[in-house]
């Protein structure tokens, strides 16, 4: 294992100190527990956003807080969910009297963890309410099994959600349309190469030098299938058509195209993906509205990438043009 | 026949030198369905229970249940932190303000926590989790306590009972938990959750037998 770390089991910790002197005017980051919140939280009457998750998605979700985004970020040892004590906390500190909105990726430990902690909140007399982001077509829905994983979606409904509590939407609202987001929205991932997680130093996987997987879970999760390398133009096609076929989007419609990076892919690969993507709705006549491309939902130093379409109306774009301030996203404030 | 404060506590005291004993072998079932840290994450809540429970001078064995059960919560992470936490504080509720338990009384909270894991995991018998071997277990219990058998025997059932469901999870296909995304290629692997609460139940059957 090669990593720029002291030591494997400080990694979280050691990033957090981090992030809290990089980032010290605007968030707060509390150590014991773990969490990071806005400086000026709690804003009265105003919904709070609290997410979390296991680390090593960055900037996801600690780089997302800050004004038009999240209140609150709890992050979790690497790939693990964080504790419910967290989640408490960092509710806890952000209500500011509207109630707090838990986003939550759809992983059996996120969602027992947030559970407990919004039934302990509400023995606090805090309104809490959760929404479960479970947008990766590559996993096939059931009611018998875990369901589909959380992955690129939630970053777009932080966005967007965020940017409606600084309108001060009330509760109830602003989860309703985190419930809309998660529904027009539709994620899969590849990998070309395994992540290292740091308590383990071994790579998750293996896959040979010219094999791809893809459908892959931003945990190293197998995907539906490991095939041989292909140019990028077939790559995209593979992740988009499952994505075009579960949203049924047809001629006309209007998108935001999210191309992510996992962490090992440069940026210039990324805009090759893109250029692809936009070919390829083009001849579909499905209209890029908006777009974000980048490593916004990592998996370490995996290389590869996902592609998330959004399906947009009016509301969703204004709100996804809303100004936003965080270290992850920035603009128009 | 009672249950004192000092024998729930020496009942969870064994449990973490079990789990401690059998880190190793949870983390490879778990390896083998799952993603791998079950034995370790046990391991790391129970060693923080141990210490918590370290000197304490409490004696209400509600109280150090709900103690348990929250330091599980905050230091075992995972599905796991939040099943096992749920166990042991609705466990303790019924508990609260007593210093020794009836058999009874001990059946009957095990019962209430086996019943809050249940809520809180939504899960069924035969979805392969824990509650294969915890749902056997409190029937045991509470069927051999009802036909008069003393504490020490419906433990010894409820251990029985607890070792073939786990035994049962095995040829399963998973529908809750992470192990649920391999569908039918979960069958043929021992469930790991199944595993260690058949290990929790074998030590109270192992503890709280010696009551006098």
Redo the contacts between chains.
């Keep these: 294992m090669k990593k720029l770390i002291n030591n494997p089991d400080d990694v979280v910790t050691d990033a957090l100190r981090g992030i809290a002197a990089a980032h010290g005017g605007a968030l707060e980051v509390a150590i014991d527990p773990h969490y990071i919140t806005r400086a000026d939280a709690p804003v009265q009457g105003k919904v709070a956003l609290v997410s979390g998750g296991g680390s090593g998605h960055e900037p996801m979700h600690g780089g997302f807080v800050g004004m038009g985004m999240l209140d609150a970020a709890c992050p979790g040892e690497v790939f693990t969910s964080p504790t419910p004590d967290q989640m408490l906390e960092a509710t806890k500190a952000v209500d500011g009297g509207a109630g707090v909105l838990h986003i939550v990726k759809n992983y059996t430990g996120d969602i027992l963890n947030f559970e407990m902690a919004a039934d302990l909140a509400r023995e606090e007399d805090i309104e809490v309410e959760a929404v479960v982001i479970d947008d990766d077509v590559a996993v096939q829905d059931s009611l018998y099994t875990a369901g589909r994983r959380g992955v690129g979606t939630t970053v777009l409904a932080e966005k967007i959600c965020g940017a409606a509590a600084e309108e001060r939407r009330s509760l109830k609202e602003v989860a309703d349309l985190c419930r809309r987001v998660n529904d027009g929205g539709k994620s899969m991932g590849m990998a070309l190469t395994s992540c290292v997680v740091p308590s383990a130093g071994e790579p998750t996987f293996e896959l040979g030098d010219d094999e791809m997987e893809i459908g892959i879970g931003i945990h190293g999760e197998p995907g539906r299938e490991r095939v041989a390398l292909e140019p990028a133009a077939q790559v995209v096609e593979r992740l988009a058509a499952p994505i075009l076929e579960d949203l049924s989007l047809s001629g006309g419609d209007s998108v935001l195209a999210f191309v992510n990076g996992m962490g090992g892919t440069p940026l210039i690969e990324l805009y090759i993906v893109y250029s692809e993507l936009v070919k390829l709705l083009g001849g579909r006549d499905i209209a890029i509205e908006r777009n974000l491309i980048g490593p916004y939902i990592t998996s370490l130093e995996m290389a590869g990438c996902s592609i998330t379409l959004l399906k947009l109306d009016d509301e969703l774009t204004s709100l996804w043009d809303a100004p936003v301030n965080t270290p992850g996203l920035r603009w128009g404030a | 026949m009672t249950v004192g404060h000092d024998d729930v506590v020496g009942w969870i005291r064994a449990f973490a030198a079990v789990v401690e004993d059998n880190r190793a072998y949870l983390t490879k079932l778990d390896s083998a369905i799952g ?1 791998a ?1 079950h034995g370790s994450n046990l391991h790391r809540g129970f060693q923080a229970v141990v210490a918590k429970l370290e000197g304490t001078e409490e004696n209400d064995v509600g109280k150090t249940l709900k103690t348990v059960g929250m330091t599980l ?7 796991g ?3 096992y ?2 166990l042991f504080m609705q466990m303790g509720g019924p508990l609260t303000g007593k210093a020794e338990v009836t058999p009874q009384e001990f059946a009957a909270a095990l019962e209430s926590g086996v019943k809050g894991v249940q809520a ?2 939504k899960a069924e018998l035969e979805d392969k989790t824990m509650l294969d071997a915890l749902l056997p277990a409190v029937d045991a219990i509470s069927s051999s306590l009802a036909t008069g058998a003393n504490l020490q025997e419906a433990l010894e059932r409820a251990a029985e009972a607890a070792a073939k469901g786990m035994e049962a999870t095995t040829p399963m296909v998973a ?4 192990a ?2 391999l ?1 039918e290629r979960s069958a043929g692997h021992q469930d790991p959750g199944a595993t260690s609460s058949y290990l929790l139940l074998k030590a109270a059957s192992d503890t709280l037998s010696k009551v006098a």
């Design positions: 993603d840290d919560v905050s230091k075992v992470g995972g599905a932190g939040p099943l936490g749920t809180r995991g529908k809750k938990g992470r649920s995304y569908g």
